[in-house]
């Protein structure tokens, strides 16, 4: 494994690309189209409320490096059945692959006409040579994701310098635009939608983070801080983005997306610049973290059991090659069936971030269960403040189901319902029929805990 050990600096461009993705380029309109100009409050409370909602990826990280990613550290303190719950989870996510290769896409088409005339055919082989890069190991997908982070942030503060001359911060501030359209421009209500779709904005840099726990040097520290770090710098980039859109162009150009935005503000050839190399590349480089990330979190859930035991072979360098394939295939199929982002949200967000409210509330135990471990963590503190943001983090967790749930009409809920029924009806089953072993999920963390004691990174 040490010669797929990354560097820091691999680890948050890791982190920063893998978070920067679908939302700033595929939801940030609608987030827009729903709250109007309050679109910039709605980015920093998403900030707050996320970084406390994943509360659980840092405080576990610090802790202890545990494999499996996502899934792994919630299996960490959950019971068995939450953990085969969230599992399923990871598989309707990867079905969102689609989406960041076709929005890929749809920005590169914007220099390159020729990609849109097959937009079938380039999707597949885009998400072919993702899962070949995956398969060759963290090293080297940490060189390809920091190239590509590193070109779409200059392409994206391209956007804000150009952008930031055209912004009328009269208007924003005296929060009305020249329709009279109000700073909330629908209440409470559509504030709430709105930080659901600034979730896939800012949010989600924990478990981008926590992908490459056993893949970086010395990571109970480095991790976290990682986290730390790339939600205040995501924060402020998201901040500028917003400021350009609301500020820069009529609201409905601001609707439609920062690529629309960018073909008001920069010369024709800058914006065939932005449109690849922060448009498509932010979105590959989503990709790219979030397909370890999926192949981490199926491999572990498959070695507990709640998997056919065939998800569990391996090559002889340790890839998981049908956890591979399957991710490839639902990836791919998505393609003709039509299925959106949209969809993928509305069934899944609400049950994940209940599972995120169990597991934040079961992170206050982690001082009494693991007091010698306490002692080095990062976030070493008083135990009652401990607790209190451990509370705090199961609200924040709380009020996501809530945006997650705001735009639901009875259809929507009993949808919702059904979904976590069906998810915690097949976690039982599995486990009913014997197909998980409790004994030996209980035994891993024992020697997990055994390692970290001893791990110098």
Known sequence: MDKNKISKLGLWCYTLGGAIGAGMFVTLPAAIEVTGLSIVLAIVATSIICFFAYWYCAAISSFASVKGGDYGHIAFVSSPLISGVFGITVIFYVVSNCTYATGALDYAGYALPFLKDNMMLWGVMLMTAFILIDAMGAKLGSKVSTAMTVTLTLGIILFIVMGLPHCDFGTMFAGAGESGEPFFKNGFSGFSQAIGYCIWVVGGIGTCAITFSRNVK????????????????????????????????????????????????????????????????????????????????????????????????????????????????????????????????AYTGAPVYFCYMYVNWKCMKLPEQYPDLWKKSMFHMPVALWKGLCIFATACAAYLVYCYCAGFTLRGYIEMAATIGAMFLYAWYRMKKGHVDVKAMEAEKAEIIAEAISYEG
Do not use: H
């Open 218 to 345: 010395n990571p109970t520290k480095a991790v976290p801080q990682a986290i730390v770090a790339i939600t205040v710098i995501l924060g402020i980039i998201a901040c500028l983005l917003c400021v350009v859109c609301v500020g820069a162009v009529p609201m409905d150009i601001a609707a439609q997306g920062l690529g629309a935005v960018a073909m008001e503000t920069m010369p024709k050839m800058m914006f065939f610049a932005f449109a690849i190399g922060a448009g498509a590349f932010a979105l590959l480089t989503s990709l790219q973290t979030f397909i370890a990330g999926y192949r981490e979190g199926l491999l572990e859930y498959a070695e507990q059991g709640f998997l056919p035991k065939i998800f569990t072979k391996k090559t002889k360098g340790g890839y998981p090659y049908v956890v591979g394939i399957f991710i490839w295939l639902l990836s791919v199929v998505p393609f003709v069936m039509g299925i959106t982002l949209d969809t993928i949200v």
